[in-house]
């Protein structure tokens, strides 16, 4: 049974920064690319960043480009999102998703992405 854990979320001042994980159980991480993708109340989820399997390949919403970086350590089966700069507008529920998706491709999207996790909440505000 595949299950994808997220936790590092909380508040956070604008400005701040935080650290999210998504630790994987039941699937071996380092074979499949890893999406984050953040959904406010009653609105779409949408795509934060994508690494390839390897690791060597990321994209990003511009959105939170040059403030947001995603990293992996396949040997823990961990993926992080590190959040820097934060601003209220990046408050959100973020997940984390695997799949066997080419993050150059349309990665954004929801449909290729095979398992997802429950999510942590991540609020900016003064």
């Known amino acids: 049974q595949v299950q994808l854990v997220e936790s590092g979320g909380g508040l956070v001042q604008p400005g701040g920064s935080l650290r999210l994980s998504c630790a994987a159980s039941g699937v071996a991480l380092d074979g499949y690319a890893i999406g984050w993708f953040r959904q406010a109340p009653g609105k779409e989820r949408e795509g934060v960043s994508c690494?390839?399997?390897?690791?060597?390949?990321?994209d990003y919403n511009d959105s939170v480009k040059g403030r947001f970086a995603s990293f992996r350590d396949n040997a823990k089966n961990t993926v992080y999102l590190q959040m820097n700069s934060l601003k209220p507008t990046d408050t959100f529920v973020y997940y984390c998703?695997?799949?066997?998706?080419?993050?150059?491709?349309?990665?954004?999207?929801?449909?290729?992405?095979?398992?997802w996790g429950q999510g942590t909440q991540v609020t900016v505000s003064s």
């Open positions: 998703a695997v799949g066997r998706v080419d993050c150059l491709g349309t990665w954004y999207y929801l449909y290729p992405w095979d398992y």
């Open positions: 690494i390839s399997s390897n690791g060597e390949t990321t």
